[in-house]
């Protein structure tokens, strides 16, 4: 009687999903495929008017110029850059695969099955292990650019409180990769093959619990924040403005200060949760270095994420670009699994073991990912630019200048390379460069006769 219990819950998912699934799957492909294409042409094409075209096309005197010496400091600071960031990404798969040759993992899995036959207790205590062996891997990498940070003047966070960030984040990835993990190997025996789709929505979930909890929960671990009221009352009168221009919802009480002097020296703002947990952070480095029509331009620019619901398409091009990477890297799990599997000492996918493959297909099919979406959030983040800079006119005198000289700040803080690398920035940049940002900034405006603004009419 147990074991047709034990049958009938193993039968629960597959059924349904077998007869469904295996019928449509091409089409929920294609169909996701064509609404990831589509979210990122929409931003970029749709709704273009030709006073920003002109913008976008403008040539001229470079708006964001850097010292020779600073300028120089900033080519040398790219390249080792670039470095880091291929040499992370190749490190980060090649990793995975000596870890797998060699047997790690199935040497970990085999020492927390001797050590308890609860799989709670094995779950917990193979992933802390196996985090953990990543974690000393990367080390090398995340030391030196901590190092390079200090070099350059980018960073001003001592090597304790940075070793305590680090096992901040480290406590937490292994919480959530836990949990997670826990559910996949539940629904792996359930639905052996077609877990990818099962998986996902719980993922999701997560997802969407992490972007409402982080500024709650996980920000404040590792930076001090305050409300902005507090301390810049009469910059939080001028920014109401730009928010009643906006029509947004954002009263004071959402606008917070965070200490990034105590780690950093760069400057910026972001805006982050949603509902009862939507707020709108700028950085104390932002507020000292500039003015306060330079700080509105770069709060209207935040405050674009919010009226254009960047925040909601960006969790569904997550969704989407998920839902694909499942599909895709459970058949390219499974296909290594069939051809080196028994090398490497995993037995199956219900395995713990078979987590390291599921990692290294991960980290391959989001390296190779990374110019999609960073072109989604070029995108989204060109999008703000243009929301910024209108919705500031008529509350500071100039909003070209205001807007151009917080990138020449914002560049020059970060000693950003004002050259072109069309490649580099295809690859790796999540916004426009700072050159292209300062140029279109000056080169805008809807407000002169025969042009119209996109956003505020």
Request: glycine fraction near 6%; hydrophobic fraction near 50%; charge should be positive.
């Amino acid at each position: 009687m147990e074991a047709l219990r034990s049958r009938s819950r193993s039968c629960t998912l597959a059924p349904v999903s077998r007869e469904f699934w295996l019928t449509n799957r091409r089409n929920c492909l294609l169909l996701l495929g064509a609404i990831v294409l589509l979210a990122v042409l929409s931003v970029r094409l749709c709704g273009t008017t030709s006073t920003e075209v002109q913008a976008l096309r403008a040539s001229g005197p470079a708006a964001y110029t850097l010292p020779a010496e600073k300028l120089r400091v900033a080519q040398q600071l790219f390249r080792v850059r670039t470095m880091l960031y291929f040499v992370g990404s190749g490190w980060g798969i090649l990793q995975l695969v000596l870890l797998l040759a060699l047997g790690i993992p199935a040497r970990i899995r085999d020492l927390v099955e001797r050590a308890s036959k609860n799989r709670w207790v094995q779950c917990v205590g193979f992933t802390f292990a196996l985090l953990l062996v990543i974690a000393l891997l990367d080390a090398p990498l995340r030391l030196y650019g901590h190092h390079l940070g200090l070099s350059y003047g980018l960073s001003v966070q001592g090597w304790g409180s940075w070793v305590a960030d680090w096992a901040k984040s480290f406590a937490l990835t292994w919480l959530v990769t836990g949990l997670l993990s826990k559910v996949l190997f539940w629904i792996i025996r359930r639905s052996p093959e077609d877990w990818w789709f099962w998986f996902w929505i719980p993922t999701m979930v997560a997802v969407l619990f992490g972007v409402y909890l982080s500024p709650i929960l996980i920000d404040p671990l590792f930076d001090r924040f305050e409300p902005l009221q507090q301390s810049q009352p009469a910059l939080v009168e001028q920014l109401e403005k730009v928010v009643e221009r906006s029509g947004v919802s954002l009263p004071p009480s959402r606008m917070f200060l965070m200490r990034a002097s105590q780690k950093v020296t760069g400057l910026n703002a972001y805006v982050t949760g949603f509902g009862p947990s939507k707020r709108l952070v700028l950085w104390d480095t932002t507020i000292a270095q500039s003015t306060p029509d330079e700080i509105s331009a770069v709060f209207g620019h935040e405050l674009g994420h919010y009226a254009l619901h960047h925040i909601a398409e960006g969790v569904l091009f997550a969704a989407a670009a998920m839902f694909a990477a499942f599909f895709v890297g459970q058949r390219m799990a499974q296909w290594m699994l069939r051809v080196w599997g028994a090398r490497w000492g995993i037995r199956s996918q219900e395995d713990w073991a078979f987590l390291a493959v599921l990692l290294l297909v991960l980290n391959v099919l989001s390296f190779l990912s990374a110019p999609v979406e960073n072109a989604f959030s070029r995108s989204i983040e060109h999008a703000a630019d243009v929301y910024g800079q209108e919705a500031i006119h008529g509350i500071v005198a100039d909003p070209q200048t205001a807007t151009e000289q917080s990138f020449q700040r914002m560049g020059e803080a970060s000693l950003e390379d004002p050259g072109r690398h069309p490649f580099v920035e295809f690859w790796t940049f999540s916004h426009p460069s700072t050159s292209s940002r300062a140029a279109f900034a000056a080169a805008y405006n809807p407000w002169t006769k025969g042009q119209h603004s996109k956003y505020f009419h």
